[in-house]
């Protein structure tokens, strides 16, 4: 079996100016092609017959580096790239809306949780939104390590994250790491969150 780079289903500039096209360019076509790739040789070295990604997440060997660390390459930015489509870019819906003033008082309570989980993460690492028991819950992650993963202390399904990784910002906000998570908010795609909600 093997993986495919994701077509990101819109142009690296499109996202300008909240996250510029050179970045996207790089993260796209060699930081998730690199970790595609390294997936797909680390799957050589396993007995594992043909599994969707998530199943290969949820019953992985935390202790095989190699897949764990591309395994969540692969599949965290697929995940980004979709919640990050410009394309018929929506608000978030009444469901999606409800259960987070449920989960967390407002919107604007939880903007500032999910805010606070990825500028704190140390290093590199991800910040998520997940529905755990049917409830909403944030949570953040370091390297690629993602929730669906086993015992990494941040688990549910993952509705949406961000990568906090230097290479996802650096470029154009160098060290200003808060800057680039208010950017992120911009170009959030609530219409794919929403579906990914009511699908979780
Ligand atoms: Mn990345």
């Known amino acids: 079996m093997s ?59 935390m202790n095989n580096a190699a897949l764990r660390n591309n395994a969540g390459g692969y599949y965290n930015h697929c995940l980004f790239w979709e919640i990050l489509n410009p394309n018929d870019k929506q608000d978030l819906d009444g469901d999606l809306e409800s259960a987070i003033n449920s989960s ?5 309570n939880f903007k500032e949780g999910f805010s606070k989980a990825a500028a704190t993460r140390f290093g590199s690492g991800w910040a998520w939104l997940c529905v755990k028991d049917g409830k909403l819950e944030i949570c953040s992650s370091a390297n690629q390590d993602n929730p669906i993963m086993p015992s990494i202390g941040c688990g549910g399904k993952p509705i949406m994250g961000i990568d906090v990784w230097e290479h996802a910002y650096y470029l154009n906000y160098q060290n200003r790491r808060p800057d680039y998570i208010t950017a992120f908010f911009d170009v959030v795609n609530w219409r794919v969150v929403s579906e990914k909600f009511k699908n979780a």
């Open 3 to 61: 993986f495919l780079l994701p077509e990101l289903g819109f142009e690296y500039a499109d996202l300008e100016p909240h996250i510029d096209a050179r970045t996207m360019e790089i993260h796209h076509s060699k930081h998730h092609n690199g970790y595609t790739n390294n997936l797909n040789n680390a799957l050589e070295n396993v007995a594992l017959t043909e599994q969707p990604i998530e199943e290969i997440l949820r019953n992985l060997d």
């Open 104 to 108: 967390f008082g407002s919107f604007e």
